[in-house]
């Protein structure tokens, strides 16, 4: 099949497809003479394996990891079960760093007037240097800042 087909077939549109090869995470496949790639059903599996993989919220360095395992019928599901406990506790991670992020909102949201004055709580909080107070009175500092 084509790469049109194939991403159809497997929920991974043409253009990650595309990168997905130029990347390595999947390899070169069969091309026609004229360059056309062709698509196996061993290929559309491999693409929606990646496709469930990246909506559960694994990198693509991670994928990667997971299709080795996948690939290596000697492998010990230790090692992949080790894999999905470590990418549980980076997505908790994240949620609490959400909900911190959504209640310092909230708190700095409770602050401004939200009337026709032009002085905002948010926009003076947000030009501050580093920190920013959380509803619990903690002060959390910005990433990236």
Request: hydrophobic share 40%; aromatic share 6%; net charge positive.
């Amino acid at each position: 099949m084509n790469i049109g087909e194939a991403a159809k077939a497997s929920g991974v549109s043409a253009k990650m497809i595309r990168y997905y090869e130029e990347t390595g995470l999947i390899p070169p496949v069969a091309r026609t003479n004229a360059g056309y790639r062709i698509y196996s059903d061993q290929d559309v599996h491999m693409l929606r394996f990646i496709r469930r993989a990246r909506d559960l919220g694994f990198s693509v360095e991670g994928i990667r990891e997971l299709l080795g395992l996948w690939r290596d019928h000697d492998r010990q599901s230790a090692d992949v079960k080790r894999l999905a406990l470590a990418h549980v506790a980076d997505l908790r991670l994240k949620i609490r760093e959400l909900e911190d992020m959504a209640t310092t909102l909230e708190t700095l949201a409770a602050c401004c007037h939200g009337n026709d004055r032009p002085d905002c709580p948010i926009l003076s909080e947000l030009e501050a240097p580093t920190a920013l107070p959380t509803k619990k009175g903690t002060v959390r500092k910005l990433s990236g800042f």
